[in-house]
């Protein structure tokens, strides 16, 4: 893959993330761009939990975009919210599980070049973008923990461009957190 597809996708994604953080309906018109070309990026460099995780993101955004459409249609803005305790919990195992179960399906069938790396991130990322879906400010946490395994997973394929897009997403997450949590309280 050209190294301008990669940073194309990588600049989609920083516009998405930012919106994201700001509340902005239109991060997912960028959101949907970025995990199509993405798809392939991540094809191609052998990192198939990523890969396949693209198709969730897409129909988790198609998800996010009537969630967060609705509520803000219901209350003329767009509310967030904090996860529950069972949500917490079921979570955290849902976690565990999908990247242990992923992790052992890639090792076992595949030429993954990191099969457990890649799932864990995969199970990170596919739970905060529900929780992102749903508006809850712990999706940030999860997207916090996402984004400092990315920049390492990424540099071992040489997907310089995301590696580096990982980082500042780090920061933008920290943002998106301190952010949300003010919106929740009122602030």
Request: hydrophobic share 60%.
């Amino acid at each position: 893959m050209s190294w301008e597809v990669e940073a194309f996708a990588s600049l989609l994604l920083l516009l998405n993330v930012w919106l994201v953080a700001r509340r902005s309906m239109w991060n997912y018109a960028f959101g949907i761009a970025a995990v199509s070309i993405y798809a392939l990026v991540f094809w191609e460099a052998r990192l198939y939990a990523a890969f396949a995780l693209q198709f969730l993101f897409l129909a988790l955004n198609l998800y996010g975009l009537w969630n967060w459409r609705r509520a803000q249609a219901e209350s003329g803005e767009l509310p967030v919210l904090r996860m529950s305790r069972p949500e917490r919990w079921a979570t955290a195992a849902g976690i565990v599980l999908m990247a242990v179960g992923i992790g052992l399906l890639l090792a076992r069938t595949t030429d993954a070049a990191s099969p457990f790396w890649d799932s864990a991130n995969t199970a990170l990322a596919l739970s905060a973008q529900y929780w992102q879906a749903r508006r809850r400010v712990e999706t940030w946490l999860f997207w916090i923990l996402v984004n400092i395994g990315s920049v390492g997973l990424y540099a071992t394929q040489s997907l310089w461009f995301t590696s580096c897009v990982y980082a500042v997403l780090l920061l933008v997450a920290l943002y998106g957190w301190r952010e949300w949590r003010q919106a929740q309280k009122g602030v």
